[in-house]
């Protein structure tokens, strides 16, 4: 699986991003993780535009807790597209993804609203992790 974009610049600003929440950073990880098993053989979705979703997805969590002190899905699809798109831009990921990054986060815990096949991938990713982690 071809990728030019070097996933390390994504990852260091996602630990500068959440910092001590070490929490949150290992989510990331475990989401990659998935993600990359369910792209293995899928030539339909874009390797670089996975790995920034499955790392950024959840970006939105702090902004919406820092600002309400709470972060339902909803605020996440509110907060996470900008702070995604800043991140991205700052790491110098390529421009024509960013906005397909953007919806993408922006729609990862609602009903479907992009037809893209990397939505659908991290929404699977993100459901294996989530109930792992509900079932300690």
Known sequence: ??????????????????????????HAFKVLFHSEQLLEGRSDCDPEVVIACALLHD????????????????????????????????????????????DIIGNHHSASRFPYPELELLKKADLIVNRAEANG
């Open 59 to 102: 970006v939105g969590i702090r902004i919406a807790e820092e600002k309400h002190g709470r972060n339902d899905g909803p605020m996440q699809e509110e907060y996470g597209p900008p702070a995604a798109e800043g991140i991205l831009r700052a790491v110098g990921f390529p421009e024509e993804k960013i906005g397909k990054v953007k």
């Open 1 to 26: 699986m071809p990728m030019n974009f070097p996933r390390a610049k994504i990852v260091r600003a996602l630990v500068d991003f959440f910092g001590l929440d070490d929490r949150r950073i290992e």
